[in-house]
C-alpha cells in the first residue's frame, strides 16, 4: 500500500543552520507530494506541494524537489529562525483522494 | 473569506457513548475530509465527503459515520465510542476531491477525551 516515511525527531538546530528533513513514500504511480506544517497550538497549513516528477515547491524559504527515481521529496531551508519551530509533515494523495500522512517530524530551533 | 471553522474544541465523552463533531468548511469548498490524528503522530484519513455523498473512505470501523449538507458542512459521528478514539479529530476543506494537487485547507480540530 501507499506509505510515507520521514525522519524521526525532535531535529534541534541554531539560528541560521541548515535544514533537512528527509521523506520518502511508496506508492503507485506518480502521486501528488506535499509538505504541511503544525506551528505550536495552531492548525495544519500547506507549506508547499509539487505535482509531478521534478517539481520544486517552495514557500517561506523552504524547498522540496519531487524526485522519482529516488521516490523522495526532502524539505530544506538555507537558514532557520526561531519562528520555524513546528512540526512539519510529509504527505502523498493517493487514488483514492485520500492523504497519505508521515508521522510527523518536530524541528526545534534554539537562539 | 472565512476559513475552516470546526466545534466544539474540546470534548470529554465516557466508553460507549456517541459523539457528533461538526465541521464548516471554506467558503466555494464542495469537500470535506476528516482525519483523526493521535498524539504524536500524523493524521489518519477517515473518510471524504464530495456533494453530500461519501467519496472515499479509510481504514475506520462503520461507527464512524458522516454527513454532508447542503451548504457542504458537515459532520463526523462516532457511536459505542472506545478509550482508543481519544485523538484529535481533523475537518479539511477543498475545491474538490481531485487528486492531483488539490489543496487541503485544515480547521484547529477538535480534542475528544474518551475515560
Known amino acids: 500500500g501507499n506509505s510515507v516515511t520521514q525522519m524521526e525527531g525532535p531535529v534541534t538546530l541554531s539560528e541560521e543552520a541548515f535544514l533537512t528533513i528527509n521523506c520518502t513514500y511508496t506508492?503507485?504511480?506518480?502521486?501528488?507530494l506535499f509538505w504541511y506544517v503544525q506551528y505550536p497550538g495552531e492548525g495544519l497549513q500547506l507549506l508547499l506541494k509539487a505535482t509531478k516528477a521534478d517539481d520544486k515547491g517552495s514557500n517561506k524559504g523552504f524547498e522540496a524537489t519531487y524526485r522519482k527515481e529516488t521516490t523522495s521529496f526532502h524539505l530544506e531551508k538555507g537558514s532557520v529562525q526561531v519562528s520555524d519551530s513546528a512540526v512539519y509533515f510529509c504527505a502523498l494523495v493517493d487514488s483514492n483522494y485520500q492523504l497519505i500522512w508521515g508521522a510527523g517530524t518536530k524541528l526545534i530551533i534554539k537562539p | 473569506e472565512t476559513g475552516v471553522t470546526q466545534s466544539p474544541t474540546h470534548l470529554i465523552k465516557t466508553r460507549g457513548q456517541q459523539v457528533t463533531l461538526r465541521c464548516s468548511s471554506q467558503s466555494g469548498h464542495n469537500t470535506v475530509s476528516w482525519y483523526q490524528q493521535a498524539l504524536g503522530q500524523g493524521p489518519q484519513f477517515i473518510f471524504q465527503?464530495?456533494?453530500?455523498?461519501?467519496?472515499g473512505r479509510g481504514n475506520f470501523p462503520p461507527r464512524f459515520s458522516g454527513l454532508q449538507f447542503p451548504n457542504y458542512s458537515s459532520e463526523l459521528n462516532v457511536n459505542a465510542l472506545e478509550l482508543d478514539d481519544s485523538a484529535l479529530y481533523l475537518c479539511?476543506?477543498?475545491?474538490?476531491?481531485?487528486?492531483?494537487?488539490?489543496?487541503?485547507?485544515f480547521g484547529p480540530g477538535t480534542r475528544l477525551l474518551v475515560l
Open positions: 506508492a503507485t504511480g506518480y502521486p501528488s
Open positions: 479539511a476543506s477543498s475545491l474538490s476531491p481531485s487528486g492531483r494537487g488539490e489543496t487541503q485547507y
Open positions: 465527503y464530495y456533494r453530500e455523498e461519501e467519496n
